[in-house]
């Protein structure tokens, strides 16, 4: 049974254009607060003021407001991006997607202010705990970071000496939310690896690439298994093992809207579809076997 938990913001930090985050810490009862791994989540509840309607318009594909400014309390889920050895703070990061709640809130809470927690919950990452999985894989788009920078502080504190590549994927350079954050993590283990891919932005305007911090462009898999690619054969020897690693050896968790994770999207009628490849059609077609694979959806796009 989730708990409520009433928490102040004791720092707020613009990560990107449009995300911020949020470093709360209990007011009264905080029993159970940090009892929660990697991959789960709390919903955030909290007053905020907007339009009395907003409306997705199937045209612009934007969401419409209109009417009075009205008073409402909101909740919606955000991922742990601490680590539940980090005690006496949960982290927790938000970005705009230009709906309901996410905007106004980014745009009226402030340091010092209150809301409630409701958690922790959720599967996400379950099965890394319960395999005792080695080798990770960490797929994020935009806002599907905080699961992974949470699961590496996690295996960092308690040494377990865990593979983890961090696959995260933004339009460009600037949209990548907590890049110094993960860079920093990366420079703590030698276990640690992260590949950025700027979609929407040229490889000569991308940093130079290092052995173990890679930038590319354009979408991941395109023309290869990018996986394997980072994973086999390259370097990346496993004391643990004995022997360079094998990228099915490896359990992917994805993270971020549907269409990064399978391509499923919403139609032009505004009916659910398959509208392309994500990156777990681009596993299962290299053959990676689908119980190593695990995803957490944020929301339909
Ligand atoms: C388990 C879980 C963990 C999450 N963790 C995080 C996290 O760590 N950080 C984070 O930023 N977010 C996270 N999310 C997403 C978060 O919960 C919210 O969904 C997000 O903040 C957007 O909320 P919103 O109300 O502002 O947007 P919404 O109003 O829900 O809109 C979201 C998007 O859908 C579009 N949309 C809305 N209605 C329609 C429609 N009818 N047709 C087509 N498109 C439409 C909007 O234009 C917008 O782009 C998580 C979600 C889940 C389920």
């Given at each position: 049974m989730p708990n409520k938990y009433n928490v102040r913001a004791e720092k707020i930090t613009t990560e990107s254009s449009d995300s911020k985050s949020f470093i709360f810490t209990p007011i009264d009862n905080e029993e159970g607060l940090y009892d929660?791994?990697?991959?789960?989540?709390?919903?955030?509840?909290?007053?905020?003021?907007?339009?009395?309607?907003?409306?997705?318009?199937?045209?612009?594909k934007q969401m419409i407001p209109s009417g009075p400014d009205?008073?409402?309390?909101?909740?919606?889920?955000?991922?742990?991006?601490?680590?539940?050895?980090?005690?006496?703070?949960?982290?927790?990061?938000?970005?705009?997607?230009q709906?309901?709640?996410?905007?106004?809130?980014?745009?009226?809470?402030?340091?010092?202010?209150?809301?409630?927690?409701?958690?922790?919950?959720?599967?996400?990452?379950?099965?890394?705990?319960?395999?005792n999985s080695k080798f990770i894989a960490c797929w994020s788009a935009g806002s599907g970071i905080p699961s992974t920078l949470s699961l590496?502080?996690?295996?960092?504190?308690?040494?377990?000496?865990?593979?983890?590549?961090?696959?995260?994927?933004?339009?460009t350079l600037d949209d990548i939310i907590y890049h110094d954050k993960i860079k920093e993590m990366v420079s703590k283990s030698e276990h640690f690896k992260a590949v950025f891919t700027a979609t929407r932005q040229p490889l000569d305007q991308l940093p130079k690439s290092t052995s173990d911090v890679i930038y590319e462009s354009g979408r991941f898999w395109t023309?290869?298994?990018?996986?394997?690619?980072?994973?086999?054969?390259?370097?990346?020897?496993?004391?643990?093992?004995?022997?360079?690693?094998?990228?099915?050896e490896y359990f992917n968790t994805i993270c971020g809207s549907s269409s990064f994770i399978n391509g499923k999207g919403r139609d032009k009628a505004g009916k659910m579809a398959k509208l392309g490849e994500g990156v777990e059609d681009h596993l299962l077609k290299f053959e990676c076997n689908p119980s190593n694979i695990d995803k957490d959806q944020y929301y339909l796009q």
């Open positions: 929660y791994l990697p991959g789960q989540f709390f919903m955030l509840e909290a007053k905020i003021t907007r339009p009395e309607s907003i409306v997705y318009d199937k045209e612009s009205v008073e409402v309390v909101e909740k919606k889920a955000y991922s742990v991006v601490s680590s539940p050895t980090q005690k006496g703070q949960i982290e927790l990061m938000i970005k705009s997607e709906g309901v709640f996410a905007p106004y809130l980014l745009d009226q809470f402030h340091e010092g202010d209150t809301c409630t927690l409701i958690g922790p919950t959720g599967k996400f990452m379950k099965e890394i705990f319960e395999q590496m502080q996690y295996c960092l504190d308690n040494q377990l000496g865990t593979k983890v590549v961090a696959f995260d994927s933004n339009k023309g290869e298994n990018t996986l394997s690619k980072h994973t086999d054969n390259r370097g990346f020897f496993d004391k643990l093992l004995g022997k360079k690693t094998n990228w099915l």
